[in-house]
C-alpha cells in the first residue's frame, strides 16, 4: 500500500481533466507534454543542485504537472502509442535520476553527509523499484506492491524542496530525501519478497 492514497492520487487526476480537454482541443500531444515535462524536471534538479529551492519548487511543481497530465491526455487519444509508453518510462528514469543527482550535488556542496547519501541510496532505489515492477511483468506476475512507487518519492521528495524554500533550512530537504530512499529501498525488499511468495507457490 503506497503512502499516497490511491483515492486521493485519483482525485488529484480527476481535478486536471479540465485542462486534458483543453490540451487535447488545442492539438497538443501526449508526448510534447512528456518531453516538456522532463525538461523543466532536469531544469528544476539543476535550480535545486545551485541552492535555488523556492525556483526549483515551482519548476518542479510544474514538471510534475506535465508528467501527470501526459497520461491523461494519451487516454483522451485513444490509449497513447508504444513508442509514448517507451519514451514515457525511459524519461521518467531520467527524471528520477536528476532529481537524485541534485541531492547528491548540494550534500557535496552544502556539506551534508545525510543528503549525499541519501541521494545515493534514492538514486539506487528508484532505479530498482520500476525495474523489479517490469521484471516481474516480463515472467507474467505483477509486483506494483510497496509503501513508495514513484508518485509517493516524488511527493516527499517536493515537500522537503517546499520546507527547504520556506524555512531557509536545506536540513529539511536533507531529512525528505533521507526518508524517500528508506521508503525506496523497503518498497524494492517488499517487492523482491512478493515475487518470492508468487513464483514459490508456482514451483510448488
Known sequence: MSIVPDRLASALR??????????????????????????LTVLGAALLALGQPALALVTLLLGTLCDTLDGALARAAGGGTRFGSFLDSTLDRLSDAALAIAAVQLGTTVPDALLYVGGLALLVASFLVPYIRAKAESLGEGASVGVAP?????????????????????SFFAAAVAL????????????IAHMANALNEKKG
Open 14 to 39: 480527476g481535478s486536471l481533466a479540465p485542462i486534458v480537454r483543453s490540451l487535447h482541443t488545442l492539438g497538443v500531444g501526449a508526448n510534447t507534454v512528456t518531453v516538456f515535462g522532463f525538461l
Open 150 to 170: 514513484r508518485e509517493a518519492r516524488v511527493t516527499l521528495y517536493l515537500v522537503g524542496v517546499a520546507a527547504w524554500a520556506v524555512t531557509g533550512f536545506s
Open 180 to 191: 524517500a530512499a528508506f521508503l525506496a529501498t523497503l518498497t524494492v525488499l517488499q517487492r
